[in-house]
């Protein structure tokens, strides 16, 4: 069979991969509030208005002059999507138009690749790579820190990068384009965040490289160097001969906190650190703020909160450049109330707050609160006493060097900031706006275009999901009542397109969410509870029967009743209704096509695809009863009689993942098929509107989407060519074809036909997916999911803890950590106290 298909496919060469008769514009699906974690921002100190934002798992970004962002590394494909993990970015003080980059995602095995350093000569429009000898990693523990690449302000031929794992310090004199390991510096970071799981057992390393500018003069190698050091022991370090030798500063406080940030005062000659007992981004209980003044050698506390009285550590560290002794720092994460941003005067002598209690549980706050750019940020119909607004997560924040007034600092959701920041020091009440327009960051995990409802509904991680009436306006309301924090599966009834399914982790209502209203406003189905595992979901073409697949397998929910097992369908089973006939659902698992014929209540095996392993997903035809696509690792196949038998696809399509159907050029014509395919060797974003025998690519070399095995594709079905993309990382893409649709070919049986008798060994079809390519990518996914960025929805008034299971005994402490995430201590809190579920990743002992 394997032989026939490539046969068949080398036969279509010339007409498969079809010149392409259209061209795309694609554009993002705009949310407008980012949506994910930015863990470091960077202006430029000498060129006025040059500002950089990255992310840990969508790229980086350029400022623009109206308060907009320009995404930089949007080439990245399948061939590097680890390039959209940005684990540090340097802006050159002298040459502004150079950046660079450490790019990679992860320093474990979920990322095969050495990471690289990428440099632009014009600002991140084009770039230039060296791959390093190691992993670089964005998306790992500690991603905050930093920023661990610079560029040397008095020789900008000069680079520093601090590397993860224990590869030490690492130097280029050519502009970044050669690097060798500086052999004098010898402390590599020993600190893990917990030993006791593979991705937060590596060591994150160094954290951050600052040049001391006054040490020198233009020209030559600033001889004073600073460099912070992931570790509990000595952590700052200092070389006075332009890196020959180093030394540990002396006198550096040893409470076995790890530096966050080493910010340079360069008029006051003095050296701004900030401190936390947790690596970040979600942790953090203890910490400090220190100065060191470089002229006498002198550490002082000027921590905002005494160490006695903490209940969170320091991240996010800025100075005005144009005024000497304004500084600010904020909790690395202040779970509750909320986070609070200090901001002094006097070089940390004293401190003003961004809030403050004025006798619980009044709240004297000092912002104007302004999320026009994106109001979905806050559920409208939250009730929380406390709302979280100023955020969590903050590592990067920043002072433009020349406007006092404006500010950015990013979260583990959004970019805020304004252009009145000198009105904290006077009537004290600032405006913080989200600013994140043109970042958009979210991992898409569903997308459908149900006919007659929205131009889109959208399915994400950490932020929900959307109805999206408008393609090019931020949403108001991220999908509510209930609110989840990640949407992992949405479907709609392919008879009566209005109801959706949708399936996400929240706080207390059940996981699974009903709509007659295309999305509009939901209601919580209570044939789950919510501790229903989420996963995907597929609803029957009438809307009576839902059928969900989440970690602890197949569940059917008939007219709203109680969930129950669907023991015929191996779990992990990738799932479809029949979008036409009521009764018809559809399985792939391992290579096998699994049926029902009865709303999902029995699946039996049918088939087996070809020589493939992996069925990574199942489309059924939007009115078609019976007319299912199966993509698979060995190429695309096609099923008319309702998954009874199938016929593989030839023309040189050799690998699928997600597709989808839109509506066809023609009346009566079959729907446009567009998804990522490898089709004669090329790996991209295809469509098809001939079921499959001539194919266009329709990705470019302006626009990869990173991951295919991560992405979600979709045709819409009420516009013709309409494309939808949701990316792991880089948010939802639509494109928009110009130019003659392809002439419409006869299509006739243009594949080879896959074995399609009912397979007799009922045993293989137990196989599950272990492609390794896939589940590599896939791993990538969840890893962002659970380790990105929080719910923006953390509802103080419930009261119980989910997080990871917990075996360890003993009590929290006031204001501890309870539970969340891969929260590993103690679940109990001390007497009066309850543990109070804030988001997955952190509940808190209140
Ligand atoms: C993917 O990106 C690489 C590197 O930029 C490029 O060489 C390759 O052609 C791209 N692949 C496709 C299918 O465009
Ligand atoms: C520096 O590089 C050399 C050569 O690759 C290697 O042997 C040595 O271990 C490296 N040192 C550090 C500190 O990484
Ligand atoms: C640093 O110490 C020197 C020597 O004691 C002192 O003159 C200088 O004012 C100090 N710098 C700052 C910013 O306090
Ligand atoms: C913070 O750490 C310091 C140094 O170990 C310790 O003295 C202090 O009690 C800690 N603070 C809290 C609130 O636990
Ligand atoms: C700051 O301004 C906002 C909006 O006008 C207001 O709600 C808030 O109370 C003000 N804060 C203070 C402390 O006056
Ligand atoms: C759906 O399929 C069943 C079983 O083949 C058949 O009896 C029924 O008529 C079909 N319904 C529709 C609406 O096609």
Request: aromatic letters at 12%.
């Amino acid at each position: 069979m394997l032989w026939t298909a490539a046969l068949i496919a080398s036969s279509f060469v010339e007409s498969a991969l079809a010149a392409a008769s259209q061209t795309y514009t694609w554009k993002n699906v705009v949310t407008g509030g980012g949506g994910g974690f930015t863990p470091g921002i960077v202006f430029n100190p000498s060129a006025k208005g040059v500002a950089y934002a990255r992310t840990d798992i969508g790229g980086p970004y350029r400022l623009n002059s109206d308060d907009t962002w320009t995404p930089l590394l949007d080439w990245v494909n399948n061939t590097n999507w680890h390039d959209w993990g940005i684990d540090a970015i340097a802006t050159d003080p002298v040459d502004t138009d150079r950046v660079y980059l450490a790019v990679g995602m992860y320093t474990i095995d979920w990322d095969p690749n050495d990471g690289s350093i990428l440099r632009s000569t014009d600002q991140g429009d084009t770039w230039a790579e060296t791959k390093l000898p190691f992993k670089v990693g964005g998306n790992m523990p500690g991603r905050g820190v930093g920023e661990r690449l610079a560029v040397d302000p008095n020789d900008n031929s000069i680079l520093y990068f601090g590397a993860r794992s224990g590869h030490g310090l690492w130097k280029s004199t050519d502009y970044g384009e050669t690097w060798s390991n500086v052999t004098s510096f010898t402390w590599t970071g020993t600190y893990v965040q917990d030993a006791s799981s593979e991705y937060t057992a590596d060591p994150v390393g160094i954290a951050w490289v600052t040049f001391d500018s006054t040490s020198g003069s233009s020209g030559s190698a600033t001889p004073r160097i600073f460099v912070g050091v992931v570790d509990t022991g000595e952590s700052v370090f200092v070389s006075e001969d332009a890196g020959e030798t180093w030394s540990w500063v002396s006198g550096e406080p040893q409470y076995g906190f790890l530096p966050h940030k080493g910010v340079l005062s360069p008029a006051e000659k003095t050296l701004y650190i900030s401190y936390s007992n947790g690596a970040g981004p979600y942790d953090g209980t203890n910490g400090t703020v220190h100065k060191y003044n470089i002229s006498s050698g002198v550490w002082t506390d000027i921590s905002p909160t005494s160490m006695a009285s903490t209940y969170y550590g320091y991240g996010g560290l800025a100075v005005d450049l144009q005024v000497p002794g304004t500084v600010m720092v904020a909790a690395l994460n202040c779970w509750w109330p909320d986070e609070i941003i200090f901001r002094s005067l006097d070089s940390g002598a004293t401190w003003s707050p961004i809030w403050a209690w004025n006798g619980y549980p009044s709240i004297d706050y000092y912002y104007t609160y302004d999320i026009s750019n994106a109001p979905w940020l806050q559920d409208d119909t939250s009730t929380d006493e406390f709302p979280v607004r100023v955020g969590w997560m903050v590592e990067a924040l920043a002072i433009d060097p020349f406007d006092s007034n404006h500010w950015l600092y990013g979260t583990g959701e959004t970019i805020y900031g304004g252009h009145d920041l000198l009105k904290w020091d006077t009537s004290h009440n600032v405006t913080l706006s989200s600013l994140a327009v043109g970042i958009e960051e979210m991992a898409v995990l569903g997308l459908i275009t149900p006919p007659g409802g929205p131009a889109l509904l959208s399915a994400v991680g950490d932020d929900g999901g959307f109805y999206h009436s408008s393609l090019d306006t931020a949403p108001s309301q991220a999908f509510h009542t209930p609110t989840d924090g990640t949407t992992n599966g949405i479907d709609y009834a392919g008879n009566q397109p209005a109801n959706i399914v949708r399936s996400g982790a929240n706080d207390d209502l059940p996981t699974v969410a009903l709509s007659s209203s295309f999305g509009q406003s939901w209601y919580a189905d209570y044939a789950a509870s919510s501790s229903t595992g989420t996963g995907a979901v597929a609803l029957s073409a009438n809307a009576d029967t839902i059928l969900l697949v989440n970690s602890d397998g197949a569940f059917r929910s008939h007219s709203q009743a109680t969930f129950a097992a669907v023991s015929s369908l191996p779990s992990g089973a990738v799932i479809a209704s029949d979008k036409a006939n009521n009764t018809f659902f559809y399985g792939g698992s391992g290579s096998a096509i699994y049926v029902s014929s009865d709303t999902a209540t029995t699946f039996s095996k049918t088939t087996t695809l070809g020589s493939s392993t992996t069925v990574h997903a199942i489309r059924a035809h939007p009115s078609v009863a019976g007319d299912i696509w199966a993509s698979t690792d060995t190429g695309l196949f096609h099923s008319t009689d309702f998954g009874a038998s199938f016929t593989q696809i030839g023309s040189g399509c050799t690998e699928g993942w997600s597709f989808g159907f839109g509506k066809a050029s023609t009346t009566g014509g079959y729907p446009v098929i567009s998804g990522f395919f490898t089709v004669e060797g090329v790996t991209a974003l295809f469509k098809t509107e001939d079921e499959g025998v001539n194919w266009e690519m329709i990705s470019d070399a302006a626009h990869g989407f990173g991951a295919v095995a991560s992405n979600v594709v979709n045709g819409d079905l009420q516009t013709y060519g309409r494309v939808f993309v949701g990316t792991n990382g880089r948010g939802i893409f639509y494109g928009v074809p110009s130019g003659t649709p392809p002439a419409a070919t006869a299509v006739a049986s243009s594949g080879s036909s896959s074995s399609s008798s009912t397979s007799a060994s009922a045993s293989a079809s137990a196989t599950t997916a272990t492609g390794s390519k896939s589940t590599t990518l896939v791993t990538s996914t969840s890893a962002k999911t659970t380790a990105t960025s929080t719910s923006t929805t953390s509802t103080k008034a419930s009261s119980t803890t989910t997080g990871a299971a917990s075996s360890a005994t003993g009590t929290s402490t006031a204001y501890g950590q309870c539970g969340g995430g891969s929260y590993s201590g103690p679940t109990a809190c001390p007497s009066g106290w309850t543990c109070t579920y804030e988001n997955e990743f952190y509940s808190q002992c209140t």
